[in-house]
């Protein structure tokens, strides 16, 4: 079966790929797991080295990477650049800071001299998308592989060429042989691969339905997971809030990755008093938005990463309007062979229907009216999902306040949720769990040992 890259402005197949049969699967799972064995024992300022190396290589590969990720996956140029080097950040961050956080802790328990160790546990199996594909691989390779652990790569099925040069970049790094190979499989075979000896969990990024079958296969085979999954995230607009910044922040985070993004403002729950100007302004932000050719550099918003994936959001924006929903800005399929959306704005979908409570992924607002502070909570806590939010308002001490209290594992106040290495990230509810970057992420895939001299 070929593994294939489309570009979704002309909706050509650019390259195609076979898929690993079951003995070359195996064969580089073998070569990650007898790597492991040399690369547990690496000192902790070789891995450091090591990670410095990588960010280099990503700086020096920005433009390369963009280029790819245009093609493959209608990032602009611009996006993709950024996106590689923020994947670098994340190489200077564990470098620096992860020996302190996988050093021995020693404490005295009883009068016994003891201490808590990190210690690696093998090989881990990363499942990743397409709409981020070098920084959601980088972000969970990155504190692994600095813990000591191996790394598999199998990555979203529409991005091979990113997904080898990934590890080309590692085979050029002065990381060691196969700590990090790319396996080119379909997702039928991540059961299997789940079952080798020398893998010993597996992270996931994606959707909730997939987020299920991978954990379930884990569990079968009594292995960590890490899941990161949708999301549905609650933009929160109170009447003291700024409403210029809030609106030019909140199209700007709907339109990012033509809206592919699993942690973006994708519900927004605006006060009676300030609904209508917020509401205005917002259409004027995403008026603004530059669609067009992902290689051009003035291009804001690409196509969508596919024709199916935009034929599938059509389907949810006619969804909403059979709610009752209404079309402020948007909502049709522009005519021409690329897979564009516009930004579109969508109101008075009933809070209580299916339209309403479905992750939307791609450039859709959905836009509710709250009447009382303590409502606007409630909407923003009634969704299966959990992963980002964000509170807006000119008092910052209540903004924090209300921001505790939202349902999520990323809250920003007056600020674009975004992703950083310094702070743990992931979800509740249906957008998955355990967390990635930070102590927290550095901290998942290795064997938390107590040691004690009796």
């Given at each position: 079966?070929?593994?294939?890259s489309?570009?979704?402005?002309?909706?050509?197949?650019?390259?195609?790929?076979?898929e690993?049969?079951?003995?070359?699967?195996?064969?580089?799972?073998?070569?990650?797991?007898?790597?492991?064995?040399?690369?547990?024992?690496s000192p902790?300022?070789?891995?450091?080295?090591?990670?410095?190396?990588l960010?280099?290589?990503?700086?020096?590969?920005a433009?390369?990477?963009?280029?790819?990720?245009?093609?493959?996956?209608?990032?602009?140029?611009?996006?993709?650049?950024?996106?590689?080097?923020?994947?670098?950040?994340?190489?200077?961050?564990?470098?620096?800071?992860?020996?302190?956080?996988?050093?021995?802790?020693?404490?005295?328990?009883?009068?016994?001299q003891?201490?808590?160790?990190?210690?690696?546990?093998?090989?881990?199996l990363?499942?990743?998308?397409?709409?981020y594909?070098?920084?959601?691989?980088?972000?969970?390779?990155?504190?692994?592989?600095?813990?000591?652990n191996?790394?598999?790569?199998k990555?979203?099925?529409?991005?091979?060429?990113?997904?080898?040069?990934?590890?080309?970049?590692f085979?050029?790094?002065i990381?060691?042989?196969?700590?990090?190979?790319?396996l080119l499989?379909?997702?039928?075979?991540?059961?299997?691969?789940?079952?080798?000896?020398?893998v010993?969990?597996?992270?996931?990024?994606?959707?909730?339905?997939?987020g299920?079958?991978v954990?379930?296969?884990?569990?079968?085979?009594?292995?960590?997971?890490?899941?990161?999954?949708?999301?549905?995230?609650?933009?929160?607009?109170?009447?003291?809030?700024?409403?210029?910044?809030a609106?030019?922040?909140?199209?700007?985070?709907?339109?990012?990755?033509?809206?592919?993004?699993?942690?973006?403002?994708?519900?927004?729950?605006?006060?009676?008093?300030?609904?209508?100007?917020?509401?205005?302004k917002?259409?004027?932000?995403?008026?603004?938005?530059?669609?067009?050719?992902?290689?051009?550099e003035?291009?804001?918003?690409?196509?969508?990463?596919?024709?199916?994936?935009?034929?599938d959001?059509?389907?949810?924006v006619?969804?909403?309007?059979?709610?009752?929903?209404?079309?402020?800005l948007?909502?049709?399929?522009?005519?021409?062979?690329?897979?564009?959306y516009?930004?579109?704005?969508?109101?008075?979908?009933?809070?209580?229907?299916?339209?309403?409570?479905?992750?939307?992924?791609?450039?859709?607002?959905?836009?509710?009216?709250?009447?009382?502070?303590?409502?606007?909570?409630?909407?923003?806590?009634?969704s299966?999902?959990?992963?980002?939010?964000?509170?807006?308002?000119?008092?910052?001490?209540?903004?924090?306040?209300?921001a505790?209290?939202?349902?999520?594992?990323?809250?920003?106040?007056?600020?674009?949720?975004?992703?950083?290495?310094?702070?743990?990230?992931?979800?509740?509810?249906?957008?998955?769990y355990?967390?990635?970057?930070?102590?927290?992420?550095?901290?998942?895939?290795?064997?938390?040992?107590?040691?004690?001299?009796?």
């Amino acid at each position: 079966m070929a593994i294939q890259s489309t570009n979704p402005m002309t909706g050509r197949v650019e390259k195609k790929f076979d898929e690993f049969i079951s003995a070359q699967t195996f064969s580089a799972i073998s070569a990650v797991g007898k790597a492991f064995d040399s690369w547990r024992n690496s000192p902790m300022e070789q891995r450091s080295e090591c990670l410095r190396n990588l960010a280099d290589l990503l700086r020096a590969r920005a433009d390369k990477f963009a280029h790819l990720m245009a093609a493959e996956m209608g990032k602009p140029l611009k996006s993709g650049r950024a996106e590689v080097l923020k994947s670098a950040t994340v190489c200077d961050f564990y470098a620096d800071h992860g020996p302190d956080m996988l050093a021995s802790k020693p404490l005295t328990v009883d009068g016994m001299q003891c201490s808590v160790d990190y210690a690696p546990m093998g090989a881990v199996l990363a499942v990743m998308p397409w709409n981020y594909p070098v920084w959601q691989v980088l972000r969970i390779a990155v504190p692994t592989l600095m813990a000591g652990n191996t790394m598999l790569l199998k990555h979203a099925s529409n991005v091979p060429q990113c997904a080898l040069a990934i590890e080309e970049l590692f085979r050029d790094s002065i990381f060691p042989d196969n700590v990090f190979r790319t396996l080119l499989i379909g997702a039928g075979q991540v059961e299997h691969v789940l079952a080798h000896n020398s893998v010993v969990g597996v992270c996931l990024t994606g959707s909730e339905a997939a987020g299920r079958k991978v954990a379930a296969a884990a569990g079968s085979q009594l292995k960590k997971s890490v899941m990161e999954l949708g999301g549905s995230d609650a933009f929160v607009v109170l009447d003291d809030a700024d409403i210029d910044k809030a609106a030019a922040i909140g199209a700007e985070s709907r339109c990012s990755n033509a809206g592919q993004a699993c942690i973006a403002a994708k519900r927004f729950i605006v006060m009676d008093d300030v609904y209508d100007e917020f509401v205005a302004k917002l259409k004027v932000c995403m008026e603004s938005v530059v669609m067009g050719d992902p290689f051009d550099e003035d291009t804001v918003m690409g196509p969508m990463a596919s024709h199916a994936f935009r034929d599938d959001l059509q389907k949810q924006v006619e969804s909403c309007l059979a709610e009752g929903g209404k079309i402020v800005l948007g909502g049709s399929i522009p005519d021409g062979q690329a897979a564009f959306y516009p930004p579109t704005i969508i109101t008075d979908v009933p809070f209580e229907s299916k339209a309403a409570r479905d992750e939307i992924f791609g450039p859709v607002a959905l836009v509710f009216r709250a009447e009382t502070e303590e409502q606007a909570m409630q909407m923003a806590n009634d969704s299966c999902f959990g992963l980002g939010g964000s509170v807006w308002t000119g008092d910052e001490e209540k903004g924090l306040r209300l921001a505790r209290r939202i349902e999520a594992g990323l809250v920003y106040v007056n600020g674009r949720v975004s992703s950083r290495p310094p702070l743990p990230f992931g979800g509740v509810k249906n957008s998955g769990y355990g967390r990635e970057l930070s102590t927290y992420g550095i901290r998942e895939f290795v064997n938390v040992k107590s040691v004690c001299i009796g």
